[in-house]
């Protein structure tokens, strides 16, 4: 059943969990990501893991460095496209791991580094023509602990591709979680046992933390039910 505010939902149970991940796709903020040819990375994998996909770019641009972004960029080589990676840092900072990037570059995708998007370009008709990129340089640590980038000025320059794929995370979706405390960056607040600012609500997942890979949110989830269990149990009985 679709459920629309996890508030209302609690009146109805002693307990609810919230494992609701962070689906909601980020977007890069730039002119022309409203063109055909620019999608996301989730649903772009969706389509082709779910062979529903009819068409891809013959010149396809993948904006991020994360695995799912080296996931897209490898579907998209191995589907016939010439395929490349655009990130802001330098290789060493990329999220993914060495092995994912060297192994897509041993199937002929192409790694631009140090570049950021600023504009997509369309043609007449509302499809993707080209990016314009600005070259990047690397300054101080940023609270990731990696280098933060910042543009070099007049350094931009123009590539061609008719699509691109954006894959700078996911965020969660907030519109059922009206009346529970968020965190700055829109992730539910829990406290060391799991437990959001409402009692016998408990989260953890994605959801809590951003997006990770399932090995955190599984076994974030064992210890989280352990706590809500104790809760329930905590209750009178009838």
Known sequence: ??????????????????????????????????????????????????????????????????????????????????????????AKEMPATPNEVEEAIAEGVKMMTLCNPTKIFGDENGNVIGLQLQRMELGEKDSTGRSAPRPIPNSEFYVECDMVIQAISQEVETETTTGITLNPNHTLTINDKYETNVKGIYACGDCTSGPKNIVHAVGDAHQAVISMDLYLKSLPTL
């Open 1 to 90: 059943a679709k459920v629309d505010d996890i508030i209302t939902l609690k009146k109805e149970y002693d307990g609810v969990f919230v494992g609701i991940g962070a689906l909601k796709p980020k977007t890069i903020g730039i002119p022309g990501e409203n063109l055909k040819g620019v999608e996301h990375v989730i649903p772009f994998l969706e389509s082709v893991n779910c062979h529903v996909r009819k068409t891809i770019g013959k010149n396809v641009a993948v904006v991020g460095a994360g695995f799912s972004a080296l996931d897209a960029v490898r579907v998209a080589r191995r589907l016939g496209s010439e395929a490349f990676i655009v990130y802001r840092r330098s």
